[in-house]
């Protein structure tokens, strides 16, 4: 077959594809180039993306290497930890007990369990699921769960702390009132809590290679865990390479963390909750995500993405295609979005590779406003700045902020928004966009240290050495114990 007949059938064949098949084709082969980038980036060995549309599954794909030590490619089939997502299955749980008539969530947990301490007695069921509960923490200052295994020794160690604040006061993550619902779920359920979950929400959304366990188990399939970090003397300090991570969940730990799962059975498990097989009223799956109002009327979450906390589901609390997004582990994550039909799942095998700050951007090539770089996640302030400077130019950025300024004296540009903007646009490429930005930070933030490193940071990247280095000296003057611009400054003068 000659060139000229090639190129036809192929013509032909283009034109004989449908539109939206060609467009799903172009997202999906997107994606994964996008994927691919972000792996190699964060250095996430393997990862796992489902995403679903319509309640069914519109993209399942498995990237990267399952296991580091024998050089496994991960498959659809490899199985990964979800770590605290595990929380929601406990919200969904402790929500179907609800439904049956077993308990209220504004029930208190001395309703259910004997011998707590009497500041305890008062908490609700929403209270310990939404992380506002003031209960002193069950794990230690190093993350390990108290009593050596033992529920008994520590369930006994934690009852003879003090409450860390009063009830309600603010949002502080904490395991120990997740044991205490593992119990409650025993009790009401007739079954160890595990059974519970397995038999209400692995079997009946169908989820085959979900199971409970830990780096103890011996899992057929493990994707395994590694991290990029490792301790030394006393710090935890940055590897070049990810090095293998051990984590162990006590049995009664595991309404906190423990579930091991794949992408797929997570969409097949979001999916059967939106269609009613594990919640029957809708009513109680809107209670499950709303998050809790403190006392002082606002709410509390991890950050400024997860900005609230539901019944053991994370929120992404904001006007534009607001969600819940259980987190797990820093390392794996989904986002539910709540005015659209869009939910994404992302397993990966490396704790820090924090899933949960790129999900968004994966979404964004199906909602095309929710990119990135089209100014989505700024702050209002950030986006009236955006499209000023997208119809002026960056170049008048000082000015621009001075005008907007003087057209509403409550206009205020935040540091850190700006910082972080500054280091979105640098990795779009924008050099000199990014530059204007991080010049107004420290024109606007005269004393902040960070700012100047950050514009020293960016100048040098751009090839501008001497100019870096008087900002990393202006730098080190607001701040004498900056490392990295002492670090920056030594290396640039010796040039």
Known sequence: MNFTNTIKIFLVAALLTPISLQAQILTSDSIDVFVK????????????????????????????TANLEYNIAATDQSIFSINSITKAFTGVAIMQLAEEGKLKITDPISMYLDSLPVAWQKITLQQVLTHTSGLPDILDEDEMVLGHGSEKLALQKVKALPMEFNTG????????GYV?????????????????????????????LTRFGDSYDVVPNTAGAYRMTKMVDGQFTMNNNPGTAYIQFPLFFRTAAGILSTAGDMANWI????EGKLLKDKASIETMW???ILNNGKIGGFNGLTNGYALGWPTVTRDEHPAVGPVGGGRSALFVYLKDDLSIVVLTNLMGGNPDRFIDEIAGYYINDMHEANGFGLAPNLKKLRAQLLKKGFDNAVSIASNLKKQNASFQLEENSLNTWGYQLLNQKKTSEALNIFKLNTILYPGS???????????????????????YKKSIRLNPNNKNAAEQIKKLASK
């Open 37 to 64: 980038q972000k792996m190699q980036q964060k250095h996430i060995p393997a990862l796992q993306l489902a995403i679903i549309r319509n309640n069914k599954i519109i993209k399942l794909n498995t990237y990267g």
């Open 169 to 176: 006061d603010k949002f502080s993550y904490n395991q120990t």
């Open 180 to 208: 205490l619902l593992g119990q409650i779920i025993n009790k009401l359920s007739g079954m160890h809590f595990t059974k519970f979950i397995e038999e209400r929400q692995f079997k009946v959304a169908g989820m085959p």
């Open 271 to 274: 999916i059967a909750l939106k």
């Open 290 to 292: 709303k998050p809790a």
């Open 449 to 471: 240290a960070n700012a100047y490193d950050s514009y020293a940071e960016v100048l040098e990247i751009a090839g501008n050495k001497a100019d870096a280095l008087t900002n």
